[in-house]
Every structure is written in structure tokens, then in C-alpha cells.
């Protein structure tokens, strides 16, 4: 890899009581998303991934060689394939790691 670049992913669910109201089939995309993100972590590519305490929304740090890496991992990613979380997708700067 080249010099790494690094983005930021921001998750947001579909409703505002999203996290309390899942259904079945809700929790398993869910599960699946997780899954993912722990699979790109194992490799290296996810940084680290969480949410805020209200629980409005999730971020991702990932370090990728190119903006097309980052944008496929958004892609492939089960929750926002399913259409249930929406991403955005920004370049982030890391001047300390």
C-alpha cells in the first residue's frame, strides 16, 4: 500500500428511537453490519468504530490506500446495502497516530 489515506464514515439509522425499536429482521442487518466492521478491523482497515450516546449516528475511522477502497467498504457494508443505514463518506486528517 501506498501512502495510507484515511476516512471517516458516518452511519445514520433510519429513525431517531432506531436502537429501541429494531425489529428481528432490523437486528440481524445490524448484527451483519458489526460482523463487517469487526472483519475490517481484523485486517487492519478499520481503526476504530463506535456511536454517539443518543445513538443518532455511528462513526468509523478506516485507513485505505485510495478514495475507491474506502467508497467500496461503504458499499459492501450489510446495513448500508440493505438501504438501512445511510453513510457519509469524508476524508480525514490524522496529524497524530
Do not use: W
Not at 9 to 25: C, G, I, Q, W
Amino acid at each position: 500500500m501506498g501512502a495510507a489515506l484515511y476516512f471517516m464514515l458516518t452511519f445514520r439509522p433510519p429513525r431517531e428511537d432506531f436502537f429501541t425499536t429494531m425489529s428481528e429482521d432490523e437486528q440481524q442487518i445490524v448484527k451483519a453490519h458489526l460482523e463487517y466492521l469487526a472483519e475490517l478491523q481484523d485486517q487492519g482497515k478499520v481503526k476504530f468504530a463506535g456511536r454517539d450516546q443518543r445513538a443518532a449516528f455511528g462513526v468509523a475511522i478506516v485507513k485505505v490506500a485510495s478514495l475507491e477502497e474506502a467508497e467500496a467498504i461503504v458499499e459492501q457494508n450489510p446495513a448500508v446495502a440493505a438501504g438501512l443505514y445511510t453513510c457519509d463518506l469524508a476524508r480525514y486528517t490524522v496529524p497524530l497516530e
